[in-house]
């Protein structure tokens, strides 16, 4: 299983900007679909995550200025991020459950994507 990332950038503060994510492989099934940041010199924290039903868990930092959804038929999860803030500047990671073949669930991530959002 693969996660291909893009849309990450530069931006200033106030912009918007969308972050996209692919899984592809031999994938049988999709559990939870998301996003977690790293800033630098700060651990990795949960940005937000979609479940396959459609339930979703937002970091609090984040709630009202992002949202995310996702595409089941093209397996992709979409973070929209709007009013964004210097504070958001970070490496942002896909993730993901999955239950392929042959290898039954597992959990993957992307190859990261910088977002740098200037004051």
């Known amino acids: 299983v693969q996660l291909q990332a893009s849309g990450g950038g530069l931006v200033q503060a106030g912009g918007s900007l969308r972050l996209s994510c692919a899984a592809s492989?031999?994938?049988?099934?999709?559990?939870?679909m998301g996003w977690y940041r790293q800033a630098p010199g700060k651990q990795r924290e949960l940005v937000a995550i979609i479940g396959s039903g459609g339930r979703i868990n937002l970091n609090e930092d984040v709630k009202g200025r992002f949202t995310i959804s996702r595409d089941n038929a093209k397996n992709t999860v979409i973070l929209q991020m709007n009013s964004l803030k210097p504070e958001d500047t970070a490496v942002y990671y896909c993730h993901t459950e999955v239950f392929g073949a042959p290898t039954g669930w597992g959990r993957y991530w992307g190859q990261g994507t910088l977002v740098t959002v200037s004051s």
């Open positions: 492989g031999s994938i049988l099934r999709i559990s939870d």
